[in-house]
């Protein structure tokens, strides 16, 4: 019987220079909230998200290491990898480092200049693109980088692209994987991106709902900082 999981593949901690939770935080919210993995992809640093994968299995959740690098031409994300590559180097061979590494190049918030997003002409090749970034204001975005995929042939995900606990599952990709839940890894996952074996989930929530979430991630986090300024005095 296959697994069928719930990962946000683009989440940020607050080792990203624009994130603001800790890894312990998000993953108990990540939990909370159903998931089944989070990928921290902090911004050109891996040291958080591979904690994250460590301490995965203490809140229930399948590790997958990861990391946004910074190329010449735009962000591209990295999931599964252990090794964050080298920034600032080509689009394409940023997205060789990947698969050496034994990752998934996938692109995130494509076209959108103004986060970093690679242009079309530049992506020749890949092994996904994030189709759905819940970062949306008219949703025209994804649905070009979602007509783009499904012309090329890219395999689709959907992230959060969260900064907050609040944002963290706001949009996710559901991932077909062939073993059972508890005998999935990290290369699984990889492996289940690459092959297609996905389908996309997000929305915009209803704002009484969206308000239910935001003070129920607020208390969570006021909770947590308690906790941890008290052991601190311990």
Known sequence: ??????????????????????VELILEHAADIGLDGVVITDHDEIDASL???ERASDHGLIGVPGVEVSTSHGHLLA????????????????????????????????FQRTRHGVKKKRIVDCDGVEVYNAWLFTGYRNRRARSFAYRRGYPRLGGSDAHSITTVG????????????????????????????????????????SAYHYLKASVRKTAWAVRATATRFL
Not at 181 to 209: E, F, L
């Open 170 to 209: 706001r949009a996710y990709t559901e991932i077909d994987v062939g073993e059972e839940r508890g005998d999935v890894t990290a290369d699984d996952v990889v492996t289940a991106i690459k092959n297609g074996d996905t389908s996309i989930h997000g929305r915009r929530a209803p704002i009484t709902r």
């Open 1 to 22: 019987m296959t697994a069928r999981l719930r990962i946000d593949p683009h989440v940020h901690s607050e080792e990203s220079y624009d994130g603001n939770e800790p």
């Open 51 to 53: 904690r994250a994968a």
């Open 79 to 110: 999931i599964g990898v252990e090794e964050k590559p080298p920034k600032r180097q080509p689009f394409a061979e940023t997205v060789e480092r990947v698969r050496e590494l034994g990752g998934a190049a996938v692109v995130p918030h494509p």
